[in-house]
C-alpha cells in the first residue's frame, strides 16, 4: 500500500505490484506491471537506505584507495543520480532499462521507476550459471560498456546480480546507483579487470581472457593485472567470486602467460595492512615504555648523572656520533 501510494505522488498507475525475487540490502525493490502491460521496477529509499550507504562509503574510504566511493547527501540525490547515470549510460550505447521517473514523496520517501530489470544468469532452484546463455555474454558485456569507459563513466557494481539478459535475451546492465561519471584511468582499469573476473566465473578462464584481448586489445588488457586481486573488488563481486570459487592467483597468472610477460606487481589499494598495524602497535608499545622509564627524570637527576661524566669519554661519544651522518650523508 505504501509502494502503491509513492507511485501515485509520482504520477505513475500500475496494475500489478509485488515483491521482486532479488531482495537487497538497504532499499525497497518491486516488480510492477503498468496499465499498458509493459514491466516495471521500483525502487524505494528510505532512511535506512541512506544510513547504510554512508557507513559503506566511508568504511571502503578509510580502508581503500580506489577513490571510486561517493556519498550522496539526500535519498533524493540518490534517486536523482540513479536516474541520471542510467540515461548517460543510455545515451552511451549501454544496453539499460528505460527510466520512467525519478524523485520524492510528500513523506519523505524517494523512488526511481525503470523499465523491467534482467533476468539472472544464475539459476535460484540449484544456483547454478546457464551456461549457453552465459556463452555469449562475455563479448556483448565488453562491447556493452566501451561506449561508458568512452565517455568517462563506470558501472561500478558488475556482478551475477545486474548484469543479464533482458527483453528479447538481449544483454542488459541494471542498478547504476553507484556509477561514477568523469572517472580517472585507474578506475576504468578496474572495472575491466572486474569484467574479465565475471567473465571467467561465466565461461570460464581462458574463454574471457580470449573475450578480452579481442574486445580491449593486449596492451589494455596488460593494464587490468594490477587489478585482478580482492581488494580491488566491490563487495558483491567478491561474494561472487568466493561462492564459484574463482582463483584469482590462476586468473592473473594465466593472464600474464598469454601476454607473456612476467608477473605484474598489483596496485596497493588497502590503506590498512597487517604490517601497518603492527608498526603502530611496536610505536605505541615503545613509546609507552619510553614515557613511563622517563617519567621519574627531572634536572636534577639529569645534573647528578653528570657529575660524575668523563669528559673525555663524552667528547669521543660526541665525535663517534657524527660518523654516522658522513655515512648516511654518501648513502643519499
Not at 170 to 175: K, N, T, Y
Not at 187 to 198: F, G, N
Request: glycine share 8%; proline share 2%.
Amino acid at each position: 500500500a505504501e509502494i502503491e501510494r509513492v507511485l501515485a505522488e509520482l504520477g505513475v498507475a500500475v496494475d500489478e505490484l509485488e515483491p521482486a525475487s532479488l531482495e537487497p540490502a538497504g532499499f525497497v525493490l518491486m516488480d510492477a506491471t503498468a496499465l499498458d502491460g509493459s514491466r516495471l521496477a521500483v525502487k524505494v529509499y528510505g532512511r535506512d537506505a541512506w544510513d547504510g550507504q554512508f557507513i559503506n562509503v566511508l568504511w571502503r574510504s578509510l580502508w581503500y584507495r580506489d577513490g571510486r566511493s561517493r556519498l550522496l547527501l539526500t535519498r533524493l540525490h540518490q534517486v536523482e543520480h540513479e536516474a541520471l547515470m542510467t540515461l548517460l549510460a543510455q545515451r552511451a550505447g549501454a544496453p539499460v532499462p528505460d527510466v520512467v521517473v525519478a524523485g520524492r514523496t510528500v513523506g519523505g520517501d524517494a523512488a526511481v521507476v525503470t523499465g523491467a530489470l534482467t533476468e539472472s544468469l544464475v539459476s535460484d532452484a540449484d544456483d547454478r550459471i546457464d551456461a549457453e546463455r552465459a556463452s555469449a555474454v562475455p563479448a556483448e558485456l565488453w562491447a556493452a560498456v566501451d561506449g561508458i569507459h568512452r565517455a568517462g563513466i563506470i558501472h561500478g557494481g558488475l556482478s551475477l546480480q545486474t548484469v543479464g539478459t533482458g527483453a528479447e535475451g538481449r544483454l542488459q546492465i541494471d542498478d547504476w546507483s553507484v556509477a561514477v561519471s568523469a572517472a580517472p584511468r585507474e578506475s576504468i582499469a578496474a572495472e575491466q579487470a572486474e569484467i574479465l573476473i565475471l567473465s571467467a566465473i561465466l565461461t570460464g578462464a581462458d574463454e574471457a581472457i580470449a573475450a578480452a584481448r579481442t574486445s580491449i586489445g593486449d596492451e589494455a588488457l596488460l593494464g587490468t593485472i594490477p587489478y585482478i586481486q580482492k581488494a580491488a573488488l566491490h563487495n558483491q563481486l567478491r561474494s561472487d567470486v568466493d561462492h564459484h570459487e574463482l582463483d584469482l592467483d590462476a586468473l592473473r597468472d594465466a593472464v600474464a602467460d598469454v601476454l607473456e610477460v612476467d608477473q605484474v606487481e598489483l596496485v596497493e589499494l588497502r590503506r590498512v595492512t597487517l604490517k601497518s598495524i603492527a608498526t603502530v602497535v611496536i610505536v605505541a608499545v615503545a613509546a609507552t615504555l619510553l614515557i613511563s622509564s622517563l617519567s621519574e627524570i627531572g634536572i636534577a637527576t639529569i645534573v647528578d648523572e653528570l657529575s660524575t661524566a668523563v669528559w673525555g669519554w663524552v667528547l669521543i661519544a660526541l665525535l663517534v656520533a657524527q660518523l654516522a651522518r658522513v655515512w648516511s650523508g654518501i648513502g643519499t
